[in-house]
């Protein structure tokens, strides 16, 4: 019998050209449900969206696409100051272009996943929010749109008239007020797969995580994510899929509502 408790399992992907080499990005696609293809903007190219997408397809794991401020230099993860058009443009383009390698290949887009910097500022930012939804409405509304756990953000994706997907982190360190610990801090990531998986299952099953300052954050999300660029991510990823079917829990990719 399937269990009552569901979770997709989502992972940036397409980032790194030598992890789509060395076999990394296959074995993360083992473990597992949702892939975020990154589309032009902080990383990938014609090559990598397919190439990504292809694994992808074979695997069986939903597409999504994983739009960034277009700065290469700084994968992404550098705060930029540039106009809600500008942002609108940019996550426009950067899904189009996904959308239409996938449509090539004979696969859709299920959902899109803001990336980096881009994505943490636009969890306060409305404008932003509202930048990042209007630019995905220009190609469609026909997506599920994921964003922090708790955040304002969500609200704005609802009013944009999409389908949200509240997301959690297994691999990352939180605030006591839910936000994500800034990379700029070494202890920001947890790369130990077990630490990871517990974190995974206390998000899953008590709907909380434990805070650096050791408070506990309310997270009710439908969806985790596992970094592709964290240092070990496959086994991290694999830790957590074994976990959470142990415990009886069903991993599945996202569906629109």
Known sequence: MESLIRIDLNCDMGELPEAIADGTQEALLRSITSANVACGGHAGDEHTMRTTIEQALRAGVAIGAHPGYPDRANFGRL????????????????????????????????????????????????ELAEAIA???????????????????????????????????????????????????????????????????????????????????????????????DTPGAPQIAATVAWTLHEAGVTVCALSPA
């Not at 390698?101 to 910097?117: E, M, S, Y």
């Not at 997506?143 to 990352?172: I, K, Q």
Request: aromatic fraction near 6%.
């Open 134 to 228: 209007k630019g995905v409405a220009r190609w469609s509304r026909d997506v599920v749109l994921a964003g922090l756990a708790g955040s304002p953000m969500l609200d704005v994706f609802r009013e944009a008239g999409f389908a949200v997907a509240a997301e959690a982190f297994a691999d990352r360190r939180y605030e006591p007020d839910g936000t994500l610990r800034s990379r700029k801090f070494e202890d920001a990531l947890i790369r130990d797969p077990e630490e990871a998986a517990k974190q995974a299952l206390n998000i899953v099953e008590q709907r909380k995580v434990i805070a650096r300052d050791g408070s506990e954050v309310a997270v009710d999300a439908q969806t985790i994510c596992i970094h592709g």
């Open 79 to 126: 705060e930029l100051k540039l106009s809600a058009e500008t942002i609108a443009d940019s996550v426009f383009e950067q899904v189009r272009a996904l959308a239409e390698i996938a449509a090539a290949c004979g696969a859709r887009l299920a959902h899109v996943k803001p990336h980096g910097a881009l994505y943490n500022q636009a969890v306060r930012n409305r």
